[in-house]
């Protein structure tokens, strides 16, 4: 890789499982889905590819197939290939409005991100044979204007000044191929301000602490990637280049995280494509870099920080080795795949959602509240619903296929705090592994409680130090001590 140098208490009661943060074995996640609904239009080729939390209210973007008075699609449209479809839900999953923009030719969804007005006001963007078109909508969903900005997929930035600044994938933002300006920013009206370019494919376009813009992209040429720093009005501070261009930047409070996927076979690379996390300081300088995924395909949606200075991730995949060891769907069909590493990109925890006969894909997923997530995707409904896929609204989908999937789920482990090893206190568990009874050295717990890799309480003791195993399966087991004072040590013991 290259540089560039231009420049509580715990609520013990809450039951957890950290069995990775104690040692690199994988573990199944405690991942709950809350709530989850499907939308759609008859037949195959909904998905949702964007998602706004609107206080109780959700507002999710996508594209339907066959939408002409089918299925849920109520606004009018009067043919019968892909449009874009914007509903609000609450949080019962009912839908209260939407809306489609339907024109002469099969036009599909990118965006939506809400702009930074006084009002309730919103962007999307749309494409059609790859010509890119903006439009700003009011909280009633109408159109206040809209505006064709070039060529190919175009990423989209909501400015403080209440416009837009685009960054398109293939550097065309203009009437023809020959315009090759990468960067366009609108006023709230929709009116060019500037227009510069970069010399790159722009793979994201991302809010820095300081008002200015933080740009991933790719140079072809050179096939290398690169993270920009601009200024409000566009002046590029300082560049870096690495391996590989970033499609998700994050400025810390340290530094930068990026994210992309990756088929780019550098050291630790797992398969066909892998999810790639590079962790920087604050002037580039590359801390830490890892591949996580298995030997297939596995797809990046989004990352977030964490508290405890970690990472949570969302994506996708149809790979069942590897970091992918709780995918039991196999490597034929997609799952969604969530995973947690520290802040030094070690991972902790991973889980799958999905079903072992079709496909599920996330496109996007937002933030909540603390490790609370809601995320927008599709799945291929079934009439008899198996897995995870299992629509609280199923009644009204109206026939199966490809929709819509939107899914709220809490990450119980990290939300319950960080419990530390026994270790911490010179404590031990032992023997380990045991057949039958282990004994808690060094501590007086007032409870202990045993619990699985997939995060069920097996057994509960209280007051004593000994824990009979005996009656348990053999595997992997998590000990987790609550002491007077409310503190919580945890180790994992083996039960042959």
């Known amino acids: 890789m290259k540089n560039n140098d231009k420049h509580s208490r715990l609520n013990w009661r809450i039951a957890v499982i950290?069995?990775?943060?104690?040692?690199?074995?994988?573990?199944?996640?405690?991942?709950?889905?809350?709530?989850?609904?499907?939308?759609?239009?008859?037949?195959?080729?909904?998905?949702?590819?964007?998602?706004?939390?609107?206080?109780?209210?959700?507002?999710?973007?996508?594209?339907?197939?066959?939408?002409?008075?089918?299925?849920?699609?109520?606004?009018?449209?009067?043919?019968?290939?892909?449009?874009?479809?914007?509903?609000?839900?609450?949080?019962?999953?009912?839908?209260?409005?939407?809306?489609?923009?339907?024109?002469?030719?099969?036009?599909?969804?990118?965006?939506?991100?809400?702009?930074?007005?006084?009002?309730?006001?919103?962007?999307?963007?749309?494409?059609?044979?790859?010509?890119?078109?903006?439009?700003?909508?009011?909280?009633?969903?109408?159109?206040?204007?809209?505006r064709k900005i070039g060529f190919f997929g175009t990423d989209m930035l909501p400015t403080d000044d209440g416009g837009v600044l685009l960054g398109n994938s293939m550097g065309h933002l203009g009437k023809d191929y020959s315009d090759y300006d990468s960067l366009l920013k609108l006023d709230s009206?929709?009116?060019?301000?500037?227009?510069?370019?970069i010399g790159l494919e722009v793979t994201e376009i991302a809010q820095a602490k300081d008002g200015?813009?933080?740009?991933?992209?790719?140079?072809?040429?050179?096939?290398?990637?690169?993270?920009?720093?601009?200024?409000?009005?566009?002046?590029?501070?300082?560049?870096?280049?690495?391996?590989?261009?970033?499609?998700?930047?994050?400025?810390l409070e340290d530094g930068f995280m990026l994210a992309s996927t990756t088929s780019f076979a550098g050291e630790g690379a797992h398969g066909q494509s892998d999810i790639l996390l590079t962790r920087t300081d604050e002037t580039g300088n590359i801390l830490w870099s890892h591949y996580y995924g298995g030997s297939n395909y596995d797809l990046i949606c989004n990352f977030f920080p964490n508290p405890n200075s970690g990472f949570t991730i969302f994506g996708y995949t149809n790979s069942n080795d590897g970091d992918v060891q709780s995918n039991v769907n196999g490597y034929i069909h997609s799952d969604l795949w969530i995973f947690n590493?520290?802040?030094?990109?070690?991972?902790?925890?991973?889980?799958?959602?999905?079903?072992?006969?079709?496909?599920?894909?996330?496109?996007v997923v937002a933030k909540t509240a603390e490790y609370k997530y809601v995320i927008a995707g599709s799945m291929y409904w079934e009439e008899t619903p198996s897995g995870d896929v299992n629509?609280?609204?199923?009644?009204?989908?109206?026939?199966?296929?490809?929709?819509?999937?939107?899914?709220?789920?809490?990450?119980?482990?990290?939300?319950?705090?960080?419990?530390?090893?026994?270790?911490?206190?010179?404590?031990?568990?032992?023997?380990?592994?045991?057949?039958?009874?282990?004994?808690?050295?060094?501590?007086?717990?007032?409870?202990?409680m045993v619990y699985d890799v997939l995060g069920q309480c097996a057994k509960t003791c209280h007051g004593t130090n000994e824990i009979p195993?005996?009656?348990?399966?053999?595997?992997?087991?998590?000990?987790?001590?609550?002491?007077?004072?409310?503190?919580?040590?945890?180790?994992?013991?083996?039960?042959?």
């Open 189 to 197: 009206n929709g009116n060019p301000e500037w227009k510069i370019s």
């Open 212 to 251: 200015g813009f933080l740009i991933g992209g790719l140079n072809w040429d050179s096939v290398e990637g690169y993270l920009l720093k601009l200024t409000r009005d566009g002046q590029t501070e300082w560049s870096y280049v690495y391996d590989v261009a970033p499609s998700l930047i994050q400025e």
């Open 341 to 363: 590493v520290d802040a030094s990109g070690q991972l902790m925890w991973e889980r799958t959602i999905g079903t072992p006969s079709y496909n599920e894909f996330c496109s």
């Open 18 to 146: 950290i069995i990775a943060l104690l040692s690199p074995v994988f573990s199944f996640a405690q991942l709950r889905i809350d709530w989850q609904y499907c939308y759609g239009a008859e037949g195959s080729g909904d998905y949702a590819t964007s998602i706004l939390s609107i206080e109780k209210d959700f507002l999710v973007f996508g594209t339907v197939y066959n939408p002409k008075n089918s299925g849920m699609v109520s606004c009018e449209v009067d043919h019968n290939w892909t449009t874009p479809w914007l509903i609000r839900i609450n949080d019962q999953g009912e839908i209260l409005d939407q809306q489609c923009w339907p024109s002469n030719y099969p036009t599909e969804s990118i965006r939506i991100k809400k702009a930074k007005t006084d009002n309730n006001e919103y962007y999307i963007n749309t494409h059609m044979y790859g010509e890119v078109t903006i439009h700003k909508i009011d909280d009633g969903l109408n159109e206040i204007w809209s």
């Open 469 to 496: 195993l005996g009656d348990l399966p053999k595997g992997m087991y998590l000990i987790k001590a609550v002491l007077e004072d409310g503190k919580v040590y945890m180790d994992k013991v083996v039960k042959e």
């Open 391 to 448: 629509c609280s609204n199923s009644a009204e989908i109206p026939n199966s296929g490809q929709n819509y999937w939107v899914l709220h789920v809490t990450d119980t482990i990290n939300s319950a705090g960080v419990p530390e090893p026994l270790s911490q206190v010179g404590a031990q568990v032992f023997p380990n592994p045991t057949k039958d009874v282990v004994h808690i050295q060094g501590i007086e717990p007032v409870e202990v």
